[in-house]
């Protein structure tokens, strides 16, 4: 999983923490659709299967990907999680 990523990494010092901030930004609002909105909670699974072709599209366009990157939905969740954290993955 990590080697997926490298690229995030080494773009880092061109875009600043830039990206990471996007990132806290966009879970917090995910947690807060959840907050008022509990039903949605157990369509996460497919609203993220829907979406992540379209973020890795978009993303692209800012970086390059490799073909299979890819991030699990609990990951994508996880405060404390940022693609560069994990080497072993």
Do not use: C
Not at 50 to 78: G, M, Y
């Amino acid at each position: 999983m990590y080697s997926n990523y490298r690229t995030l990494d080494a773009e880092k010092p061109r875009s600043g923490n830039h990206w990471a901030a996007e990132i806290v930004n966009f879970r917090a609002q995910i947690y807060n659709r959840l907050e008022d909105s509990p039903s949605l909670r157990p369509q996460l699974e497919t609203f993220y299967e829907k979406a992540h072709p379209i973020s890795i599209k978009s993303v692209s366009k800012l970086f390059s990907l490799p073909p299979d990157a890819r991030i699990n939905l609990w990951q994508a969740l996880d405060e404390d999680w940022f693609p560069n954290d994990n080497p072993t993955d």
